[in-house]
């Protein structure tokens, strides 16, 4: 075990802090672009800052604080996450993979050691995806990932994202000056809170992620008869809302009781005109399918479609489907995987390998260099909620991890 420790009190006082940046009654709202946002974001690079980093912001709006490394020409082996939140969420996504990776560098700086690799700490944008129903935009940004729709999207309020990206320092037009090249990241280290039960319940202080989840994510227009709910005949109904209502539970059915897929999620749904006594004419809802293999989200795709199909024809509403691009599952190689158990042990923790069904940044930066996540227990296994809580002494151990895992590396890469 190395001397060297992070400061866990200095750790979790910067998270309360960042916490503070968009706080509400019903959880945290820090909406990637929104004023919170922006606070958290200005926050953590004064953190940076004072952790003796330069910073610097992409044309994809990522924050990117570097400290140098002793030998020329190396590349730099990064570390982050995102400070973005989904409506409603909780202190700890993302939050502490970026402010663990501040900690690090702030830790190498209090002892003075300089590392041989240039080490940067980063903040991707709009990880969630929540703005622009587009996620992992920094990170697929800076991977060379982008897709045709995500050219200049416009966000529920009609503002593009050219506007958005100019908000936060970012220059969209010019998005292709933040893709990075293979050579210039020796390699990629994420922590992350695990958003599921196994830690929790194992009393395993460490995850050792296995793998990435993979995701289909698709919106459904459907197109009823909007009418007077008062003197139409349930015969003489096309419900957008009913026909929705089914396919929602079709959706569940392929993952809960076919098990075509881990899980299938309805997570949003709007319903027009949306009062009570009108018949619905037309009904948006959003959902996704996740799974560790690309064929299972293949298979649920077909099932999807075909149900789809069916509740339209039966009901005589008209389905419109979006189907966004799939995100491909990515399993973390067995090195990397060795190089975070080495970590942990010279942390004196115990740990354990974790699939991640949650997305991450690391998955997009898994197509220019080596990655790795570590995991460190979610409370009740609760996230992407008020409830999200990891403990102190949990956000310090991972940190604690991040710091072994970066000095292993620099050695080793
Ligand atoms: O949705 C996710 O899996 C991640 O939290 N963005
Ligand atoms: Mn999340
Ligand atoms: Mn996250």
């Known amino acids: 075990m190395t001397q060297m420790r992070i400061n866990a009190s200095r750790l979790n006082r910067s998270l309360e802090e960042l916490g503070r940046f968009g706080d509400t009654p019903e959880g945290m709202q820090r909406i990637a672009f929104s004023p919170a946002d922006i606070q958290g974001r200005e926050y953590t690079i004064s953190l940076m800052r004072q952790a003796g980093m330069e910073t610097r912001i992409d044309s994809a709006g990522n924050i990117i604080g570097l400290r140098p490394g002793t030998v020329p020409g190396l590349p730099a082996i990064a570390m982050g996450s995102h400070t973005d939140t989904v409506p409603a969420g909780g202190k700890y996504d993302g939050a502490l993979g970026v402010l663990g990776a501040v900690e690090c560098i702030q830790t190498l700086t209090d002892n003075n050691i300089n590392l041989r690799h240039p080490v940067e700490a980063i903040v991707f944008t709009n990880e969630e995806g929540t703005s622009f129903h587009r996620w992992l935009i920094g990170s697929r940004a800076m991977a060379g990932l982008l897709e045709p729709e995500d050219e200049n999207p416009v966000d529920d309020l009609g503002v593009d994202l050219v506007t958005r990206m100019a908000d936060i320092g970012g220059d969209w037009p010019k998005v292709s000056d933040a893709v990075r090249k293979p050579e210039e990241l020796a390699a990629y280290f994420e922590l992350h809170i695990e958003q599921g039960p196994t830690l929790h319940q194992t009393g395993i202080p460490i995850g050792v992620v296995t793998g990435i989840t993979g995701r289909a994510m698709f919106e459904v227009e459907i197109v009823g008869t909007a009418n007077h709910a008062g003197t139409t005949p349930m015969t003489h109904r096309h419900d957008a809302l009913l026909s929705a209502s089914k396919l929602t539970v079709a959706v569940n059915k392929l993952a809960a009781e076919s098990e075509t897929c ?141 710091l072994e895992l970066l000095l292993l590396a620099d050695e080793s890469l």
């Open 262 to 402: 881990r899980v299938s999620t309805v997570g949003s749904i709007e319903a027009h005109p949306n009062a009570v006594n009108v018949v619905p004419g037309s009904v948006k809802i959003g959902l996704e399918f996740r799974d560790l293999s690309m064929d299972a989200l293949a298979a649920a795709e077909d099932e999807f479609r075909r149900a789809t199909a069916k509740i339209g024809e039966d009901d005589g509403v008209q389905m419109e489907i979006y189907r966004h691009r799939f995100t491909d599952s990515v399993p973390i190689e067995t090195d990397m995987q060795q190089l975070v158990e080495a970590a942990s042990k010279n942390a004196g923790l115990a740990h354990m390998p974790v699939p991640s069904g949650a997305g991450h940044d690391a998955q997009a930066i898994a197509s220019i260099t080596k990655m790795a996540m570590v995991f460190v227990p979610s409370t009740e296994g609760i996230s992407h909620a008020p409830q999200e809580y990891s403990t102190p002494e949990d956000c310090a151990n991972g940190t604690q991890v991040l």
